[in-house]
């Protein structure tokens, strides 16, 4: 199957790939057919390997649910995208939808799907943040013409996602990796270990993701490792992650992060790589 450059990542998610696939693409397999990724978020490397046989999970059920619109309705969500405004005050009664939680239910999976595109689009900095109740809760963006309707990047993504074999779905991350079959290529971008007080950010999803989560999850890699499955993780360069991993191969790279609340540390930070493979 031919790569498509215009299949893209249709949100923008916090601690998004698309900006370091220059790095990351030399450090995969040079072939990936099957492929399982647990934090899928804006799907960036997903969408930039568009392997035939994926796994793709998110803890978010809303975005995975996105994704299944864009795969089954397409056309039908664009027509929904299409009528929404670029205006504050419509902005907020639709960020508002989800705190009826009555009336949310009964929205269809089209309805969901366009308010998620629709607010991504159109919040402040694109930054999807909900709060402990799982509540959208970022404010209005006040962008001039922001891109509501992308027409040739959901057709384009919806064509990939019908000629691929692709299994979606929302549980655990830890779930999905044991049930990962060997000859599967695993890569893994959780939540960030923070590298201050004011860099944490897991508010993608209720629940956040702590330090006991991160050995959790190298504790996962561990196993992974031990069936003979290859994987590659992305995390932050602090003390306690390099220390988790100091048993695998280990590459810095270096990325843009922009959703610091000190806009001077906002900038460029050292990430981490993590390969169980040469």
Not at 236 to 242: E, Q
Request: proline residues 4%.
């Amino acid at each position: 199957m031919r790569k498509n450059p215009l299949v893209a990542p249709v949100v923008k998610w916090v601690g998004g790939k698309r900006q370091l696939l220059d790095d990351l693409m030399p450090l995969f397999p040079k072939r990936v057919t099957t492929y399982c990724e647990p934090f899928l978020g804006g799907g960036a490397v997903l969408f930039k390997l568009q392997p035939k046989i994926a796994y793709v999970n998110d803890i978010n059920l809303e975005l995975i649910h996105m994704y299944e619109v864009i795969r089954d309705n397409v056309d039908e969500l664009i027509i929904a995208l299409g009528e929404h405004q670029n205006q504050e005050e419509y902005f907020y009664s639709v960020r508002d939808w989800d705190r009826d939680k009555k009336r949310y239910e009964q929205l269809t999976k089209i309805q969901r799907a366009a308010r998620i595109i629709y607010l991504n689009k159109t919040c402040y900095n694109g930054l999807f943040r909900v709060n402990n109740a799982g509540e959208f809760n970022t404010p209005f963006g006040h962008y001039k013409k922001p891109n509501i309707v992308n027409a040739p990047t959901l057709k384009a993504v919806n064509s990939y996602f019908q000629n691929a074999q692709l299994t979606f779905s929302s549980v655990d991350y830890a779930e999905v990796l044991g049930n990962v079959m060997k000859g599967t290529f695993v890569y893994l971008d959780p939540p960030y270990d923070p590298v201050s007080d004011t860099a944490n950010f897991t508010g993608y999803a209720k629940g956040g993701f702590d330090r006991s989560e991160q050995i959790r999850l190298r504790q996962c890699c561990d196993e992974l490792n031990r069936r003979g499955i290859k994987f590659m993780l992305s995390n932050s360069a602090t003390d306690f992650i390099r220390e988790q991993y100091a048993a695998y191969n280990i590459t810095i790279v270096k990325a843009k992060r922009a959703i610091n609340s000190n806009a001077a540390k906002r900038g460029q930070v050292d990430e981490v790589v993590v390969r169980n493979y040469g």
